[in-house]
């Protein structure tokens, strides 16, 4: 899910810029503020650990392999605004010394993936821990906010992807989103195994870390989830609905469109591809279907792997 | 970390991929690697902002950027082939976009657009972070005021990449060292373990890197 350079434009990338930088700007004063000095060393760390993590690969079927992603790990072990600061620093090291994700994507790569997919990963995960209790709730938790949040990160990708004019909107949504929605069910099986090794192990870490993470700190909550909406009524909103790009219209509105044109590169063209608009219709359904369908094995895999409810 | 050793030898069908991790810095006696780490990274953002930001038709800016870089690489004295395999790493998206804009009855000079802008952001990337030792890149970050608490997690995580992965290795090959191969059912949960494990020790460590820094007189 890296975007690499070129491949979404200005206006994106100085959007996805701003709103990835007041996110990430609040999760560093929010961790300077209630993450003890003995923790500090632990950021470096659990980002050097997610990075390795990442490199161990998981055989599935036929031959093909996948790795974790880990944002919503990191975020139900150190708590959402520590795995905002460490899911954006694997990022930025990975963009300047390994090339992955591009140097002006960095905006949105860590909008996606440290922002959307570690914060919504982590409110789900919270949500259904409040009606779940017991590490089986805990595991089920983690399993369902995974999917969904590799599921939301991957829209939203294509939603900047369309906004910038590189893919249309009508095959990038179908095409990112059924492909993640396999892809999440193997991030939401290995977070829980991880997570429940860890448990098992060291029961004392997680409810130690944990807590750093406060769980009864809504304002911080309420702040990232405002912040995600934003981001998501950007990206997502204009293709998702038919009201015109708000940019556009802003630029209209104020008589510099034309101005822009030469500038910028051009908005999606309006693609007409026979029978391919019915897709994001179909894609739409299938991943409301597909998160009833990923809930309810979440919950028979926290029944099979955790046989006896054991409080922590 | 200059010296860091080739970190990892690992078997090829271990559960550890290396591809991302042959990390080959340029030779530090060319003219690139020594100029200074300020400039570098600044003339790479203007280069990859400009060439992001330009039109199709800007033809010579292309052209002009393409010549720097290809200069650029030759007096850095990176390999070639090294070069050309880090380029590689690109191709899962720009294939999409070839399949996806094959399709489209406009959609070739579009795709040629994103990929030659693409190919010349990533090989100015690569170029820099190969010729700037990390430490410098830092000292740059640090100048233009990004939070401490940032740099120091970037630094700390730079730092224990290569011992953690090192760490995942050793601890894979302790496993199969002791028990014969498991089924197809099991293995998601050995190698969940195995990263569970890291995580415990990642973090047993950084109890440890407190200490030492307070030990030092850190504040």
Redesign the interface.
Known sequence: MH????????KT?AVTAVISAVG??FA?RQ??RELP?????????????L???Q?????VAGGTSGH?VGGTLVAA?LGPSAAV??V???L??Q??????G???ALGANVFNMAILNSVIGYMIYRMVCHWLTGIRGRVTAIAFAAWCATVLAAISCAGQLAWS????WS??FP?MATVHMFIGVGEG??SA??????CR??PD?ITE?TLTGQPQRLGELVRYGLLATLGVAVFVAPFACSWPDGLDSVAEKFGFGHKMA????APA?D?H?PGIHWAVGATAVAGAAGSLIVFALALLMGRWLVPKPKDL | MPCRRPALQFQTEG???VH??N?HHGQPDSLVYRLSAALKLGL??VI??V???A??QWRAWFIGVAVLLVLTAWLSQLPLFFLSR?LL??SP?VL??VL??A??P?GRA?WM??????????LT??LV?NTTP?SQ?LRVLKSIRV?T??I??????????F???D??ERMRRARASRTFTRG?RF???T??????????R??E???R??DA?CARGWK
């Not at chain 1, 490199?55 to 055989?59: A, D, G, K």
């Not at chain 2, 190698?191 to 415990?200: R, S």
């Open positions: 975007i690499p350079d070129g491949f979404i434009d200005g990338a990430v700007g560093l961790v300077r000095p003995r923790r500090v060393p632990l950021l470096g760390l659990s980002a050097a650990f990075f390795a993590a490199m161990v690969n998981f055989p974790l072990l600061v460490v954006t620093t694997v930025i090291v963009c300047f010394l390994f090339q992955d591009g140097v002006l004019g590189t893919i249309p095959v990038a095409a099986l290995i195994l991880v997570f429940l090794a860890v192990a060291r870490l870390t030469p500038l910028l590169p063209p693609y591809v | 559960p550890v991929s991302l991790v990390h790479a953002l990859i902002v060439t992001v930001l039109p199709v880090r790493v690109l998206f999409g976009v996806v804009n399709f489209q406009a579009k657009a994103v990929a030659v802008k693409s190919v010349l952001c990533l990337v690569i972070s990390f890149i939070p608490l940032l120091t997690t970037i630094a700390l995580m730079h730092r224990y990449l011992v953690l992965m760490e995942a197809q293995h998601w949960q190698l969940a373990t195995v990263v569970g494990q890291l995580f415990i990642a973090s460590r950084a109890e890197i407190y820094m």
